[in-house]
């Protein structure tokens, strides 16, 4: 089978991965397209991570194998893939809080692979980068006529973005947003937010972002210079452009997580989902917060699989969503680190691999 290993130092194309006998409760899927994440090539920087792994965590693709107890899918079916696994069992899971999973914390280490005779590890629950892979039933949704290029995006961009303006940022007509880093979700949180009738300012440092930020809905674009202070930055975007309501920070960046930390009005919320390098420390004004402000973040945006994933997938098929300009390119997987360059550079919203070429 062919796949993308990363072995602690470099990417490795091969056709020599292959997967374990499917298990009860688990679906065999054949990977037709796979987003590629800025969490991919964080955990590239991890020294301490498990490897060799298989990254990916954007999966759309056509069920290959139904395993022993597994209802309602059936060989064919094309599917999105959630990374979430929660227990089901656990106090979290049983207050209908499954994003909170004392057991799994929505993950489940696993070692599905095999390379060369060594084993592989897994991420997120999904290794999209492979041909073919294992998940829980419970991880897929159907995308029936949506092409697989957009499918794919649903299980991180889409659902993270659009559910931390709806479900985190409980975004409601009328509100001020900021949306902070205008990536691949964030202008899925850009799109949430203007379909909820807010008015979204986008805020990123590369001024190309601008274009990209009013496509989707942005009604401003503020530029923020390399480096600029936090607190100064928030200070700015409040005196230019009003009382925000909620800010929503997309890229992780220490300055723009001071930003959408202090930017807020009184009453007002953040959401942060962006994902920092470990250890990273930002200055909070407890000033601000004791003054009624609220700060949150959850994994996936606070989307309930279950319950969001098969809305945005139906708003992606009709349009309502628009997932389509949201890929710059799609590769073949043998140009996966042409990809992430271009992901890397800032030069495409989202990269998508295409592992039929």
């Not at 723009?256 to 959401?271: I, Q």
């Not at 959850?298 to 945005?312: E, I, K």
Request: with cysteine.
């Amino acid at each position: 089978m062919r796949g993308v290993v990363w072995d602690g130092a470099q990417l490795h194309i091969t056709k020599a991965l292959s997967l374990r006998p499917i298990r009860p409760g688990e679906v065999r899927v054949r990977v037709l397209r796979s987003g590629i994440c800025h969490s991919d090539i964080g955990m590239m920087a991890i020294p301490q991570a498990a490897t060799p792994m298989v990254l990916g965590h954007e999966a759309a693709g056509e069920v290959m194998e139904v395993g022993p107890d597994v209802e309602g899918w059936s060989v064919g079916d094309r599917v999105a893939v959630g990374t979430q696994t929660p227990c089901g069992q656990c106090r979290e899971c049983g207050r209908d809080e499954p994003h909170n999973c004392d057991t799994t914390w929505g993950y489940v280490p696993d070692w599905p692979f095999l390379w060369e005779g060594r084993p592989v590890v897994s991420f997120a629950n999904v290794s999209s980068f492979a041909g073919e892979i294992l998940v829980k039933a419970g991880q897929l949704f159907a995308i029936h006529d949506l092409p697989p290029e957009q499918g794919a995006l649903i299980g991180c961009a889409v659902s993270t973005g659009a559910c931390a303006a709806r479900v985190l940022g409980r975004v409601k007509a009328g509100d001020r947003v900021a949306v902070f880093g205008i990536g691949g979700i964030g202008v899925n949180a850009v799109q949430g937010a203007r379909l909820a009738g807010a008015e979204v300012l986008a805020i990123d440092r590369n001024p190309s972002k601008e274009a990209v930020a009013r496509q989707f809905g942005a009604a401003h674009f503020h530029v923020a210079e390399p480096g600029q202070d936090g607190m100064a930055l928030a200070q700015a975007l409040a005196v230019q452009h009003g009382p925000i309501d909620v800010a929503i920070e997309c890229s992780g960046a220490i300055g723009a997580v001071e930003a959408a930390l202090h930017c807020p009005k009184r009453g007002g919320r953040t959401v942060l989902i962006g994902l920092s390098a470990p250890g990273t420390q930002a200055r909070l004004s407890l000033d601000a917060v004791l003054g009624g402000r609220e700060i949150i973040s959850t994994m996936n945006g606070g989307a309930r699989p279950g319950r969001d994933y098969p809305t945005l997938i139906e708003e992606a098929r009709t349009g309502r969503l628009n997932l389509r300009d949201q890929i710059s390119h799609v590769w073949p997987l043998e140009q996966v680190e042409d990809a992430i360059a271009a992901l890397k550079a800032g030069a495409v919203t989202r990269a998508v691999l295409d592992h039929m070429r």
